[in-house]
């Protein structure tokens, strides 16, 4: 039988989960379900990296990001999930990859750079957020995963990982981990209501646990082209937030208008997002109905979503269920690889019975 090959990916436990992430890194992560063995993970240590000090959210952002997943399905009987502090061999991995890691390699890490540079309101000199991408090749290592989903962001972290496990390899004379390849999930160019990048950083995002209700006031709240200050003024969808998403969750025009054939049927069909391009630029249409349009459109596509979080709410014991199954069969492999990895180290020693 062929084996598949193993896949494995984490988010942090630092927000709930917005539209941006459903269109790029849950989507990948559903459609890699069905060919890979694929084991996903919530990092709630990797978010005390910036959290240390507020650590009041992570125990529920874990919670939350776990229903979340489940919601869009990513499916506990195709895929392993689990989290990250249910596994302590995470810990103690990280321990031992941490000393054969040279810190010139983790100072020269540009995402390392950037957050310090982007954040400012929050110390990060922390030995633990210069150490992130350690606990990162710890997670990845441990089950000699040999593709990891991540964002464009993620390379520099994960081109670490591959030379902290060529060091630890070479330095040990065994191969005891692998070296993983990425797998580019697509960076969806989608804006918040603001008109930057979703992000929850921005304040700007739609998120898939926001009732349809916060959906509408959300879509109303949107920038807009900022050249059309009155009805009468053409608009320029083009540059508008509120376009970019008609462009994912408005319908796109039917075959039959774009060859310009009659349905000679009596339902009108829901405008399409070129007649709504063409309303905007010919000041048809106003902003404020335009944003109707969308946020019906919107909430059309979340509803099921949203419905499947509330009945998983609602028995949060089937929740912890979920996490805590995932979590030993995750632990049966951390404890193999850690097992390996001591033993190719030559430290590797059974603890006395009654300190287990
Ligand atoms: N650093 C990743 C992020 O911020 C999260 C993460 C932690 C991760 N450990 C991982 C991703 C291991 C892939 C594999 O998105
Ligand atoms: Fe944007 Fe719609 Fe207003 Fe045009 S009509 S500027 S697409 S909100």
Same mark, same amino acid.
């Given at each position: 039988m062929e084996t598949k090959k193993r896949v494995l990916s984490g988010m942090q436990a630092s927000g709930r989960l917005h539209l941006g992430n459903l269109l790029g890194a849950l989507a990948k992560w559903k459609e890699l379900q069905d060919g890979y063995e694929c084991f996903y993970f919530i990092a709630d240590w990797h978010a005390l990296s910036t959290c240390y000090e507020d650590t009041h959210e992570i125990k529920g952002n874990t919670f939350e990001i776990a229903v979340d997943w489940l919601s869009v399905g990513i499916d506990p009987e195709k895929s392993t999930i689990f989290v990250q502090s249910f596994i302590p061999e995470h810990a103690v991995l990280h321990l031992l990859l941490s000393m054969i890691t040279p810190v010139p390699w983790l100072e020269r890490?540009?995402?390392?750079?950037?957050?310090?540079? &982007?954040?400012?309101?929050?110390?990060?000199?922390?030995?633990?957020?210069?150490?992130?991408? +350690?606990?990162?090749?710890?997670?990845?290592?441990?089950?000699?995963?040999?593709?990891?989903?991540?964002?464009?962001?993620?390379?520099?972290? @994960?081109? @670490?990982?591959? &030379?902290? +496990?060529?060091?630890?390899?070479?330095?040990?004379?065994?191969? +005891?981990? +692998? &070296?993983? &390849?990425?797998?580019?999930?697509?960076?969806?160019?989608?804006?918040?209501?603001?008109?930057?990048?979703?992000?929850?950083s921005y304040n700007n995002a739609i998120y898939l646990s926001d009732p349809p209700e916060e959906i509408e006031k959300k879509v109303r709240s949107m920038l807009t082209d900022p050249r059309r200050e009155r009805r009468a003024d053409p608009g320029n969808p083009e540059i508008c937030p509120v376009f970019a998403l008609h462009n994912v969750y408005s319908p796109s025009p039917s075959q039959e208008k774009l060859q310009g054939i009659s349905r000679g049927t009596t339902d009108s069909p829901a405008i399409d997002i070129s007649e709504i391009s063409d309303q905007c630029r010919t000041a048809k249409i106003g902003c404020v109905d335009c944003k109707i349009i969308l946020a019906k459109n919107l909430i059309k596509k979340m509803q099921p979503i949203y419905e499947k979080r509330c009945k998983l709410k609602s028995n949060p014991q089937r929740i912890y269920e979920i996490l805590s199954q995932g979590s030993k069969k995750a632990r049966k492999i951390a404890i193999a690889t850690l097992k390996e990895a001591t033993e190719a180290m030559g430290i590797h020693m059974e603890a006395p019975r009654s300190t287990r």
């Amino acid at each position: 039988m062929e084996t598949k090959k193993r896949v494995l990916s984490g988010m942090q436990a630092s927000g709930r989960l917005h539209l941006g992430n459903l269109l790029g890194a849950l989507a990948k992560w559903k459609e890699l379900q069905d060919g890979y063995e694929c084991f996903y993970f919530i990092a709630d240590w990797h978010a005390l990296s910036t959290c240390y000090e507020d650590t009041h959210e992570i125990k529920g952002n874990t919670f939350e990001i776990a229903v979340d997943w489940l919601s869009v399905g990513i499916d506990p009987e195709k895929s392993t999930i689990f989290v990250q502090s249910f596994i302590p061999e995470h810990a103690v991995l990280h321990l031992l990859l941490s000393m054969i890691t040279p810190v010139p390699w983790l100072e020269r890490n540009p995402t390392y750079k950037e957050k310090q540079e &982007e954040i400012k309101n929050r110390d990060l000199t922390t030995y633990g957020f210069l150490g992130y991408p +350690v606990l990162q090749t710890a997670d990845i290592a441990l089950y000699k995963a040999n593709c990891v989903p991540v964002g464009i962001d993620q390379l520099p972290h @994960l081109e @670490l990982t591959r &030379e902290i +496990v060529r060091r630890f390899n070479y330095i040990y004379k065994k191969d +005891v981990f +692998v &070296e993983p &390849e990425e797998i580019l999930s697509e960076t969806p160019k989608l804006p918040g209501t603001d008109g930057r990048k979703m992000s929850k950083s921005y304040n700007n995002a739609i998120y898939l646990s926001d009732p349809p209700e916060e959906i509408e006031k959300k879509v109303r709240s949107m920038l807009t082209d900022p050249r059309r200050e009155r009805r009468a003024d053409p608009g320029n969808p083009e540059i508008c937030p509120v376009f970019a998403l008609h462009n994912v969750y408005s319908p796109s025009p039917s075959q039959e208008k774009l060859q310009g054939i009659s349905r000679g049927t009596t339902d009108s069909p829901a405008i399409d997002i070129s007649e709504i391009s063409d309303q905007c630029r010919t000041a048809k249409i106003g902003c404020v109905d335009c944003k109707i349009i969308l946020a019906k459109n919107l909430i059309k596509k979340m509803q099921p979503i949203y419905e499947k979080r509330c009945k998983l709410k609602s028995n949060p014991q089937r929740i912890y269920e979920i996490l805590s199954q995932g979590s030993k069969k995750a632990r049966k492999i951390a404890i193999a690889t850690l097992k390996e990895a001591t033993e190719a180290m030559g430290i590797h020693m059974e603890a006395p019975r009654s300190t287990r």
